[in-house]
């Protein structure tokens, strides 16, 4: 999964750089409550996060996804100044056609941004 903090730019010019660092230290926390300690969940710089979530299932995805928006909602219930979102791209590893994590981590950054377009057009 690729993750991107949503308006994070936003947050930054409207309350702060701090507010801003605060929120990548809310969308950090919400990731790790949402995933198995198995899963690995880290920041590759600004406001982009991956997470290897390893034998999830379709099913369990969605899960994830919904306890995902959850913790971040509760994550902003003391923060009334903007809600914090993100947007998430998957990918899923198939064992019949073998492709190295980089070329995963591409496929799923391209699912992110495509359903950050999308959502941008929907508004």
Known sequence: MFCDVDNLKKINDNF???EGDLALIRAADALEQSFR???????LGGDEFVV???ETSQQTQEIILRRLE???RKSGAIETRYDLSLSVGVAR???KRA????ELMVQADKA?????NSARKAV
Not at 37 to 43: A, F, H, K, P
């Open 70 to 72: 959850k913790n971040l």
């Open 16 to 18: 702060g750089h701090h």
């Open 93 to 95: 590893f198939d064992p």
């Open 37 to 43: 300690g198995s899963d690995i969940v880290s920041r």
């Open 112 to 116: 992110m941004y495509e359903k950050k």
């Open 99 to 102: 492709i190295t994590l980089g």
């Open 52 to 54: 290897l979530a390893s």
